[in-house]
């Protein structure tokens, strides 16, 4: 990966703006940051693995996940691009851009700008055949709550959702809609509040007859736990 060799292409895109310019100069094995009008302002950055990719994970959270490619390289799974849509940091907001139960037409506006303007604008600018079941998403702690709303909410869109110790604020509904995708969960037995909610799902899943893995290990809420567990997610998903 080469961190140096960031190509940063600021341009804003409305929501409803044609397929924009592919950056200038090659972009396998770099990070590419694209600035959306959304919410006044929302960098998404993309980290582009130096082979054509075989498969992508849209995550919340971006500018702290797209970073993890190198995880990826290292772990010699298929070759994997990571869309990462930056998240809010001011934490009572982000939770309600996560999850649908807080804020509706807030998470509605985030939701339609993460599934259908930056999943656009992915396969415009890469060129990518974003087929269902080499797509996931992925989210940690609020954000997993994220990944599992709209896994649900676009089985057709996700084929995977990979979710790391989630919080309490969206729940299992009481009658899961189908199809369901194929589910990731992992929580760290020093994390009890999130382990625990990462059971009830698990359990959910399965009782709706889901595909799912439910991973309990040592570990504890943050990016040391969750990195760990990010390769093997990509590797159950899309092989290797």
């Given at each position: 990966m080469?961190?140096?060799?960031?190509?940063?292409?600021?341009?804003?895109?409305?929501?409803?703006?044609?397929a924009?310019?592919?950056?200038?100069?090659?972009v396998l094995?770099?990070?590419?940051t694209?600035?959306?009008?959304y919410d006044?302002g929302?960098?998404?950055?993309?980290?582009?693995?130096?082979?054509?990719p075989?498969?992508?994970?849209?995550?919340?959270?971006?500018?702290?996940?797209?970073?993890?490619?190198?995880?990826?390289?290292?772990?010699?799974v298929p070759?994997?691009m990571?869309v990462?849509?930056?998240g809010?940091?001011?934490?009572?907001?982000?939770?309600h851009?996560?999850?649908p139960?807080f804020?509706?037409?807030?998470f509605?506006?985030h939701?339609?700008?993460?599934?259908e303007?930056?999943r656009?604008?992915?396969?415009?600018?890469?060129?990518?055949?974003?087929r269902?079941?080499?797509?996931?998403?992925?989210?940690?702690?609020?954000g997993?709550?994220?990944?599992?709303?709209?896994?649900?909410?676009?089985?057709n869109?996700?084929?995977?959702?990979?979710?790391?110790?989630?919080?309490?604020?969206?729940?299992p509904?009481?009658?899961?809609?189908?199809?369901l995708?194929?589910?990731?969960?992992v929580a760290?037995?020093?994390?009890?509040f999130f382990l625990?909610?990462?059971?009830?799902?698990?359990?959910?899943?399965?009782?709706?007859?889901?595909?799912?893995l439910?991973n309990?290990?040592?570990?504890s809420?943050?990016?040391?736990?969750?990195q760990?567990?990010f390769p093997?997610?990509?590797?159950?998903?899309?092989?290797?």
């Open positions: 080469k961190k140096q060799a960031r190509n940063h292409v600021n341009r804003k895109l409305s929501e409803s703006d044609g924009p310019a592919k950056p200038a100069g090659a094995g770099e990070f590419v694209e600035m959306f009008e006044g929302r960098p998404v950055t993309v980290c582009v693995p130096p082979e054509p075989e498969a992508v994970v849209f995550a919340g959270d971006g500018q702290r996940i797209s970073k993890w490619g190198q995880l990826l390289e290292k772990a010699g070759s994997t990571i990462g849509v930056h809010l940091t001011d934490d009572m907001l982000r939770l851009e996560y999850s139960g804020e509706p037409a807030r509605a506006a939701e339609k700008f993460f599934v303007d930056v656009r604008w992915t396969q415009s600018q890469f060129g990518m055949e974003l269902t079941e080499h797509t996931a998403v992925f989210g940690v702690s609020a997993g709550e994220l990944a599992l709303a709209l896994g649900l909410r676009h089985p869109v996700y084929g995977a959702v990979f979710c790391a110790s989630p919080g309490c604020g969206y729940n509904p009481g009658v899961m809609p189908r199809p995708p194929r589910t990731y969960l760290g037995t020093q994390e009890p625990e909610n990462a059971r009830r799902w698990a359990d959910a899943l399965r009782d709706a007859d889901a595909e799912v439910m309990e290990r040592a570990g809420h943050g990016d040391a736990f969750w760990e567990e093997l997610m990509v590797a159950w998903a899309f092989g290797r």
